[in-house]
């Protein structure tokens, strides 16, 4: 065994199941190797794909015999195969032996000369499925589990209210990724107007500390920290409003984490805290004319996007200091134009907001409700300056910024759908070519030259017509990203999947892996290849005990990784509000996770491919007690009260009955 090539036993190893594969890597080091091998497991997530499963279907039944002999159709199929042949002949410069007429089926070279070969055809179909881009590192071990293997959701623990009998907890109200040398964090605000930080990674040295506990609170602030306005609280004093401010915000971008600074950024109603994660104290705040309802990611020293009900404004924490745009009194009011400083030059917003000349530092929107504000630059680095700014929210286009020329719109993408979600891709998307490969009818050749081509590609997600709609833009590559003109080119690049993407709005969408991960209002995750079509994999956050949905596994056989599953249908409860991956902000430093950060609105899920939970309450607590050993303890603790209450006015009355027997004697005497 030890003598045999490493192609050889590869070719040997394809032949094999999973399962088979599996256990092969336990025998030695050599084939420990050997079944990590990427194009071994490439091949196997194309085996078991949807793409895969169709040809199949296909090429069977086109090999399956008509009942009654027709004789047109097989004159018909004779003809079509010799002027296939007659065409490659002449592309090839060469003639073809009976090209004038028609070779008989019982010729020899017939089956050649009409047909390709198997594996041409496998080539071809691969070429076609690849998700992959060129130079594209992919890890297809972890891909192929991500796509067939099971799912396990595991919950953060729940801060708690301190003071509270039944030991109740606070609601979460928002997440972010933070991630340092020490590993992955999870930011969050909570209800009662602090932050808190959970430990979900620890990378450093590869040593793990024995005080750590995954998916444990780590840090958390004082209460009220977050508030709307700033104030220097002195003696322990906090501001009063502050957790009622919490409380009714309803914001989902309400969070962005700055990992090169250790800052985290918090939007309560018109206020931008921004938060030191070393102290989890407040560095600085600036408060807005209108309450915020998106915040774009942070990448130093990329400006902080920061959107309005009514206007866009670029925080740059190098520059600002406490501002507050009106005033200073934390009343509440009604988000008007009014409350914008008038231009000195022209009266007119809407000439403002086409002309080059922009004396004001923000841009105003007369369509209220920005939802999404997403980055992205055409050189790939995140922390360049030409990046473009794209927004989605409650109107019908994405409007683009550039910011050079901030706040000048450059250009708008119509929609007619109410988009939530943004996010994109650094390869490029072309509708046409896309849906010829999703048909397996380009060449692999063609297919390759495809995915080759620079650009970046714009997805969003939302709702249309009460449906769920998942949108994908292919940007031109060049010194800005642009849509192609409305005329002519922009069917090219232009893909609304608002048929199949869900009975319900979409609520969040996420490059995860080689695929697209979507959240519904159904409280369904579905991860959909980066077509914007065809379906993966689906599961409710919702079914216990979990259950999954791989689309092979309806088709195909089971494997080690595969789970069955029951019923899809979706059922009431938690929605998936905001998804993360916790591969999306990693650095050389980090170790790629096919994790997914899921927020519910009120609580936080780590989602894994694996059997079993990666952490759970026995982690971090001694013992979970249900809620009837709380109310057994609490009467206890209340029954133990009374009778110490009771035991005292007795030894009262006894003392007081001595007293009196001794007084007695004492007057006798």
Known sequence: MDKL???????ITSYLDVYEIVRLQRVSKRLYRLGYTQELWKNLCFEDSSAEFTRRRQEFIAKVPLPIPEPRVLDLQRRAAALSSTSSSQDAGEETPGSSEYQDETEPGFAENSAPSADSERVRAMANWDPSYRDEKVDWYGEYI?????IAMSWLQQPRIKGSDFEDTHEIRGIGLYQDSTGSKIVAPLEDGSVCLWQVGYEQDGNTPSSFRRGAVHARSRPNLLSVCHEQSTMGQEPPTSRAKMTSTGVVECVSVDNFRNKAYFAVQSGLNEVDLNTLQISQHQRFPHSISALSDTTYPTPLTVGTTLSLHLHDPRRSTDVCWSDPTCTDRVDTVANFPASRRYRNDFYRLLSSDQPSEYASLFHPGPLAIHHISPSGKPSSNNGEIYVAGRFPSLLIYDRRTFPKLRNTIHSGARLCSLTSLPYTYKALEVDLMRQNLLSAQSAREVKSDPGKTLVAAGEYNGKG???VYGLSSGESLMPPPQAGGSQNSTYKNRVSAS?????????????????????QLRWIERDGSTLVRR??????PPDTASVSNMFTSSSF????SSALEPCLGDVARKLIPMNGNTDGKHVDRDELLVWTGEKIGVLSFKEKPLFGVEEWEERVESLEEKVRRREERIYG???RRALERQADEVRFVRGLGVEAMRFGS
Do not use: C
């Open 146 to 150: 991500a796509r067939h293997g099971p």
């Open 641 to 643: 009260q009374t009778m």
């Open 503 to 523: 009975r319900s709005k979409l609520l969040s969408v996420a490059a995860h892996g080689t695929r697209l991960v979507v959240s519904d209002g159904d409280g």
């Open 539 to 544: 599961w409710n956050i919702n079914a216990y």
């Open 469 to 471: 709609s998942l949108e």
């Open 5 to 11: 090539p490493a192609e050889l036993l590869l070719h």
């Open 561 to 564: 990784f595969s789970s069955s």
